[in-house]
């Protein structure tokens, strides 16, 4: 793979990676972590155990694709996302019902791909790209959850070093 030119070919993870992550526990409930998807206006986030470690993915996508299949005749369902994810996600009251008790646990994402704070921010989107996730949790040494990166994150980075080459 050829190096890319100027600072974009030397951002990490680490520089590009939102270190203030709202996190859902897996034992909340589905209500719990639609309101929270709504107070932060997010469409995703990492879960973490009563540890605290990083165990999964809860997104908008995890949270209507039982309604998808339920709304739609089979064959006729648009893939979760984009507008219909949200107008779902919008009239997610009977989610909200039906998610009182149900864990989050139940709906996450589990595999799920993780990067490193090392990593190259075009390894990132590379990782991003081939599993058409929207995020990717950045994982420290031990472990730890230490940040996300979003598509926005990326896109970002792009204009931002565009930007200074002018």
Known sequence: MAELPGRIGTLTARDVMTRQVIVIQADESIAQAIGTFRENRITGAPVVDASGRFIGILSLRDLVRD??????????SEEPGGDATWALFE???RLEQGGESEPVSNRMSTNVATV???LSLVEVARTMCSGH???VPVIDDPGNLVGIISTMDVLAALVNTADELR
Do not use: F, L, V
Request: aromatic share 6%; proline share 5%; net charge negative.
């Open 91 to 93: 009239k997610s009251d």
């Open 133 to 135: 996730w929207h995020r």
């Open 116 to 118: 490193s704070e090392n």
């Open 67 to 76: 309604s998808c299949a339920e709304a739609e005749p089979a064959g006729e």
